[in-house]
């Protein structure tokens, strides 16, 4: 553990590192709970940092996608910012355009988050008051990242709450396993195991259709490059100036709460691989169709589109407000599970 900065608050920000027999290294910070590196081989042994992100706390505290971060109390997109739940309206902070977005204007990355070290891993917490960004109930929440000597990072999830409330969390790191601040993650091999996807307006709301992959950019159930779709004419693909899209993930023989294989990312130059497991429902896809020149990584170079990729392992999009979506309810006397592992390896 190290000091790695102080808020404008005053209040004190702390990295941990994570490191394996095997020299992988994860480094994370207390605020936002944020992975702000992760170090691992390439098949010649040469560690590089993978995740894109910042060395510093300003950068942090300031404005970007999510590098990295914890995001909740509700991962991706709320649709007008409200929702039903037993019979009451709740109305959420809008912070995209006339939508919700990863919890809203101060959402759990921009939280401050308290640190203890349990079995060689690092467990977070917060605790979320009764109407934060406009949500029901107090919810304690806890987020442990481990990392064992398989290169495997393990990230588990837990909360509970006092009163009826909806819940999806997840992390939103940025991957390029060419190296972070290397380049587009166009010619990074992609496996997605899901055969539906859930398509969505101008505003990326899903419109509630569970679509087919099959015949589309989106059908990644046999390897293949992401940049070819990436640049297609497919509609959906024009409307989110790229992939942007919950994927429904493959569960059949699963049983709830356990890990499934969910993606695999292979890089031909580097040799590395990265497969996702979780016990979730769905994974959104996000090629950085949005990232520009105003920001500087930790490499101290421009991060420009589609220099990285993220598979933020969820529950879907918009669910409070689709019924026929798996429900995202979290009611007192009950406890959330979710465990997310990202494995890397070589060829």
């Not at 936002?32 to 510093?56: K, Q, Y």
């Not at 404005?63 to 991706?76: E, L, Q, S, V």
């Not at 355009?97 to 959402?107: C, R």
């Not at 919810?139 to 819940?167: C, F, M, Q, S, W």
Request: glycine content about 12%; overall charge negative.
């Amino acid at each position: 553990m190290r000091h790695f900065g102080t808020l404008a608050d005053g209040k004190q920000i702390f990295e941990y590192t994570l490191q394996n027999a095997r020299g992988m290294q994860v480094k994370l910070i207390t605020y936002g709970g944020i992975i702000t590196s992760i170090r691992v081989p390439d098949r010649g042994g040469r560690l590089t940092n993978v995740a894109l992100g910042f060395d510093n706390l300003p950068q942090y505290a300031g404005d970007h996608p999510y590098f990295g971060a914890i995001t909740g109390r509700y991962a991706n997109r709320i649709a007008g910012g409200q929702f039903m739940l037993d019979g009451v309206a709740y109305k959420l902070t809008k912070n995209a355009g006339s939508h919700s977005l990863h919890g809203g204007a101060v959402g759990f990355d921009k939280r401050v988050w308290q640190a203890h070290e349990r079995d060689g891993a690092v467990e977070l917490r917060y605790r979320s008051p009764d109407g934060e960004e406009g949500y029901p109930g107090a919810l304690d929440v806890a987020v442990r990242y481990g990392l064992d000597d398989d290169n495997a990072l393990r990230i588990d999830y837990t909360a509970e709450t006092d009163a009826p409330t909806v819940l999806n969390l997840t992390n939103h790191s940025y991957f390029n396993l060419l190296g972070e601040g290397e380049g587009t993650i166009y010619n990074h091999i992609l496996t997605l195991n899901a055969d539906r996807y859930t398509p969505t307006d101008a505003a990326q709301i899903p419109s509630g259709e569970i679509a087919p992959v099959a015949g589309t950019p989106f059908d990644f159930r046999i390897p293949k490059a992401i940049g070819p779709g990436q640049r297609s004419a497919h509609p959906q693909i024009v409307r989110a100036k790229g992939y942007d899209h919950n994927f429904v993930l493959c569960r059949d023989g699963l049983s709830p709460g356990e890990p499934g294989f969910a993606a695999r990312v292979y890089e031909p130059v580097s040799g590395r691989i990265m497969e996702v497991w979780t016990s979730q429902p769905g994974i959104q896809f996000y090629a950085g169709n949005v990232l520009d020149t105003t920001l500087v990584g930790s490499s101290g170079r421009l991060y420009r589109q589609s220099d990285g990729l993220a598979l933020e392992t969820q529950h879907f999009p918009d669910s409070p407000n689709q019924p026929h979506f798996p429900s995202t309810v979290l009611r007192p006397g009950e406890r959330f599970r979710s465990v997310t592992i990202y494995k890397f390896a070589t060829d």
